[in-house]
């Protein structure tokens, strides 16, 4: 079982930037880590994922290059940096975590742990 804890949410000005961070305990070498949210009243939204054992990523085409995500080996740690930030960017932020076996990485029922989440607001 891999326990994921996410930090470094918080409020920011439209235009600003900020990183997440999910600190995973367990074994990840072999996972897929990912990068959802939701805001209220929508439905959990995928934002990034990425294979850890060799960083190949994947991105929701609506984000993709605003956000980014990477790993750091060391730390057992992902991040999503997340620039240009804008109102509607405003949600709580989920850390998951899937077996080698996800390949649609936007199914958010393909991840097996899941963290509690973070909130992220963007004001004008």
């Known amino acids: 079982q891999v326990e994921l804890a996410e930090s470094g949410g918080g409020l920011v000005q439209a235009g600003g930037s900020l990183r997440l961070s999910c600190a995973a305990s367990g074994p990840i070498f072999s996972r897929v880590m990912g990068w959802f949210r939701q805001a209220p009243g929508k439905e959990r939204e995928f934002i990034a994922a990425?294979?850890?054992?060799?960083?190949?990523?994947g991105f929701a085409d609506s984000l993709k290059g605003r956000f980014t995500i990477s790993r750091d080996n060391a730390k057992n740690t992902v991040y999503l940096q997340m620039n240009s930030l804008k109102p509607e960017d405003t949600a709580v932020y989920y850390c998951a975590s899937g077996p080698s076996s996800v390949i649609s990485y936007y199914r958010a029922n393909e991840y097996d742990s899941w963290g509690q989440g973070t909130q992220v607001t963007v004001s004008l």
């Open positions: 990425i294979r850890w054992s060799n960083g190949i990523t």
